[in-house]
């Protein structure tokens, strides 16, 4: 039976507090988790991970977590749910459901490279995490990040007109997300941009010169990407594996 971070898993009963015989056994290490089987192994992740040029490294992982020790998210920001050995365990093992959980968590990755500094094996660490990001989200086992709802966004505002209407770059993207009404921070911050020149929107947008030349050459290698980046992922099922 796999072992996964219990501090992790949900629902786990703790004893907190458990003195027996004058002695404290409260703790972690008396809990216990279900013996699980493992019917449906799905090694699609870890596959489609090493494929990848980011992921290549991630076979050289052998768990030692001096990437997660290390990492400033889980140490110095107590963020103790981002934890790249545990993310890499669960993408070797086909755990795709539980790192579900972790879809969201993965993209606060801030790229500082001090666990690829400090692995002793060579694993491009940052770059993994990511890849097992991108699987999670183009296999659709979870869904997109706002951060990549709002690379969507940006892309389809700017192959509007190939110049960005801020404006209405914002204002897509906070509908979307279900905001109507900007905050004022934000309505500041328009104003600011409207009163230096700086917002091109409604009868101010410009558009780039050739723009219905360029346009369909950017669209195809757009698509060539995407289709490049989802070659080799599996065909949209119900994750498998986790507690
Ligand atoms: S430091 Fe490297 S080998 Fe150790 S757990 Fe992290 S990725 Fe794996
Ligand atoms: S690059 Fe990401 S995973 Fe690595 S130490 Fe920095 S925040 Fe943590």
Redesign the pocket.
Known sequence: MPIVEKSLVEGLQRTETLEVEGIDVSGDWNTFIASRVHTDLDLSIVDWVRGQPQGTTID?????????AGCCLHTDYGLEEFN??YF?YLAQLGFEKELARYAQTVWRCVSCNK?VE????G?K?EE?VHSIGTYLELSGTAPKSPADRFDEAYTRNLLERGILDEAGLFQAFEAGEGRTLPTREKLRMGLKLLFSGRLHTGPLAKRTRGWGRLRPVLERMLAEDLAGRRRGLPSRRPPTGGP
Do not use: A, L, N, S
């Open positions: 050289r992982c052998w768990q030692c977590g001096t990437c997660t790249p050995r890499i666990c400090r692995c002793p094996k694993v660490v993994v």
